[in-house]
C-alpha cells in the first residue's frame, strides 16, 4: 500500500509541472491551486496501465476542470485521454481492459462515457434522467450498476425526474421534517434516496433494483 501511495504522489508530480523551475523561492498560495488534484486511481486487469484523474483549478475565473489520463505502472509513458472543459471523472475499466468508462457533465447532467482506447471519442453511454452519481462494470461488461438519487415513490428514474419538475414549480420553501435523519452533514435530505439501477452498456432503459425508501450504498454516518 505505502508503495502505491509513492506512486500517486509521483503521478501529481509528474502532472503539475510546477515544481520544476529554474529558480528556487518559497510556495506562494496561487501554487496550490497550480497543482493537479490527483484521485481515483484505478489499475488496469493486466495490471499494465493507471488511469486516473487530475482536476485543475482557476482561480481568475472561480472554475475547475478535470480529466483523465494514463500512466503506465513503470512510469515511461503518460498520455492525457480527455480534453473536454467539464469535469471527467472516476475512470473504471472495462474487465477485459479495452476500454474506459467515466462520468462526465459534458451534456448537463453526470452520465457515464465510454472510451475505446483503440482510438475514437468518448461516447455518452448512459442517459438517466436524474443522473450518475457513481457506477461500476458488472463482469461480464455487459452491464453498468449506476448509483443515482431518486424519489422512493417513483417507479424509475425517469418518472422521478418528472416529479422533481413539478415540484419545482412549488413556490414554497418550507421543509417538512418527518425522519430523524433530516441532514446529511452539510445538506438537507429531500425526499430523494440514493438507488442502484442496472444499465446495458451498449443503451437502454436503467432498471431499478433497490426501491423503496432506503440509500443504497447506505450513508456513511462515521467520521473517515
Known amino acids: 500500500m505505502c508503495r502505491f501511495h ?106 457515464v462515457y465510454l472510451l475505446n482506447l483503440k482510438g475514437g471519442e468518448a461516447r455518452q453511454a448512459t442517459d438517466i434522467p436524474t443522473g450518475v452519481n457513481s457506477f461500476n462494470w458488472s463482469p461480464d461488461g455487459n452491464y453498468f450498476a449506476v448509483a443515482t438519487d431518486v424519489y422512493p415513490e417513483a417507479e424509475s428514474p425517469s418518472e422521478s425526474a418528472e416529479m422533481e419538475e413539478e415540484r419545482s414549480k412549488d413556490l414554497a420553501t418550507g421543509k417538512v421534517i418527518d425522519n430523524l435523519l433530516y441532514r446529511h452533514w452539510n445538506s438537507w435530505r ?16 436503467a432498471v431499478d433494483i433497490t426501491p423503496g425508501a432506503n440509500d443504497t450504498p447506505p450513508i456513511s454516518l462515521g467520521s473517515d
Open 6 to 111: 509513492i506512486f500517486l504522489v509521483a503521478i501529481l508530480v509528474i502532472t503539475s509541472g510546477q515544481f520544476i523551475r529554474a529558480e528556487q523561492r518559497p510556495i506562494e498560495f496561487k501554487d496550490m491551486f497550480a497543482m493537479g488534484r490527483v484521485a481515483n486511481a484505478q489499475i488496469s486487469p493486466h495490471g499494465k496501465w493507471v488511469a486516473y484523474q487530475a482536476t485543475y483549478y482557476n482561480v481568475e475565473d472561480n472554475s475547475k476542470n478535470a480529466d483523465i489520463y494514463l500512466v503506465s505502472t513503470d512510469g515511461k509513458q503518460h498520455k492525457r485521454l480527455t480534453f473536454d472543459p467539464k469535469m471527467d471523472t472516476s475512470p473504471r475499466w472495462s474487465p477485459e481492459g479495452d476500454r474506459l468508462a467515466f462520468i462526465s457533465n459534458r451534456e448537463g447532467t453526470s452520465q
Open 190 to 205: 429531500n425526499g430523494k434516496y440514493s438507488h442502484l439501477v442496472v444499465v446495458p452498456v451498449e443503451g437502454g432503459e
